[in-house]
């Protein structure tokens, strides 16, 4: 079996480039719903406007969208910044981990 090779630097780099792309996802989510928002009533007020914002007939309107974009892209932006966490712990504990106990230790056999 070949060795297992584990660069700190390069989990740490990949860690920041995770931290990056959830800030970028953050900051066009805002711009597309401040811009959406932004728009105000476009849908009118009268029932095929209620109907496209409230849903019908057990199918959500407008208003579930809206919400379930943002809900589910800040998951996505929550799951960016755990697994970068994840990476820099993972760095930190290849940096202090003790590899010469570690080759002493017994093999486990096949």
């Not at 959406?36 to 009268?46: E, H, P, S, V």
């Not at 579930?64 to 504990?93: F, M, R, W």
């Amino acid at each position: 079996m070949p060795n297992m090779k584990i660069d700190p630097n390069e989990l740490r780099v990949q860690a920041g480039k995770l931290n990056a792309a959830g800030a970028d996802l953050t900051t066009k989510l805002a711009t597309a719903i401040n811009g959406l928002n932004g728009l105000g009533n476009f849908w009118g007020d009268d029932d095929t406007g209620h109907i496209f914002y409230n849903g019908d007939s057990g199918h959500p309107g407008y208003r579930t969208q809206h919400d379930n974009v943002s809900t589910d892209t800040n998951a996505i932006i929550t799951g960016y910044g755990e697994i970068a966490s994840g990476l820099e712990q993972t760095a930190k504990n290849v940096d202090v981990a003790n590899w010469n106990a570690l080759v002493a230790l017994p093999k486990v056999p096949a």
